[in-house]
């Protein structure tokens, strides 16, 4: 059973262009959270997903960044013209339900803006 | 203030020793996880509690809902402990983790 995937794990940008993170959960999960964290600091809650469902998108700064979790395929988390502060790690984790599970996360998409 | 405050939030230990590193938090939570990040960066959930004790190997993680306070024990530490110990807490209904801001913990040979 392979564990969350992200890909890619290093991306490069240049300002004003768009990234796009992809998180393939564990198998028969259906529920993604985007985490971010930069430099030098904590984790912060970004949106949590359910297949075709956005739940809970209150730590999404409300311009640029967009999420989905399609039906078929992974969850996409989309930066539009991006800036250099969204320099940052950006974890998935993945969980069965939302009940008292253990989330599992993946090994990050480090994004750098130049 | 964080609603998830860690202590230390350095700590470097030698070989062998007892190490403890504490959270505190300040709302209401149905579970509390204790994560490791490690050099590279990777994130591996170490415990997922929401009363008493759990034991995994060298590692002990305590909780005390009545005083919002849990531990996280490292028994005879090694340089491979080296790493970021993160206490994450989940309010409620909602998915998400509040996650502190970590104990960076070194272990010397």
């Known amino acids: 059973n392979a564990g969350v995937m992200q890909n890619p794990r290093h991306l490069v940008r240049r300002r004003g262009q768009e990234a796009r993170l992809r998180c393939s959960p564990m198998k028969g999960h259906s529920h993604v959270y985007w985490y971010r964290q930069l430099p030098e600091e904590g984790l912060k809650f970004m949106v949590y997903l359910q297949k075709e469902n956005i739940i809970d998108e209150s730590g999404m700064p409300k311009e640029r960044f967009s999420a989905e979790f399609p039906k078929e395929g992974p969850s996409i988390l989309r930066i539009q013209q991006v800036v250099r502060g969204d320099s940052a790690a950006y974890f998935c984790?993945?969980?069965?339900?939302?009940?008292?599970?253990?989330?599992?996360f993946g090994p990050g998409t480090r994004l750098t803006v130049t | 203030k964080n609603e998830v405050e860690q202590s230390p939030q350095n700590l470097t230990a030698q070989e062998g020793e007892f190490i403890t590193i504490n959270c505190s938090y300040s709302?209401?939570?149905?579970?509390l996880h204790w994560l490791q990040q490690h050099p590279g960066g990777g994130i591996v959930s170490l415990f997922m509690?929401?009363?008493g004790k759990k034991k995994h190997g060298r590692l002990i993680a305590t909780i005390n809902i009545q005083e919002k306070h849990s531990s996280l024990h490292i028994t005879a530490s090694h340089p491979r402990d080296s790493a970021v110990y993160i206490c994450?807490?989940?309010?409620?209904?909602?998915?998400?983790?509040?996650f502190g801001k970590g104990t960076k913990l070194s272990v010397k040979p």
């Open positions: 709302v209401g939570i149905s579970a």
């Open positions: 994450a807490v989940k309010r409620g209904s909602q998915g998400n983790l509040i």
């Open positions: 984790a993945s969980s069965p339900g939302t009940g008292d599970y253990e989330q599992y």
């Open positions: 509690l929401s009363s």
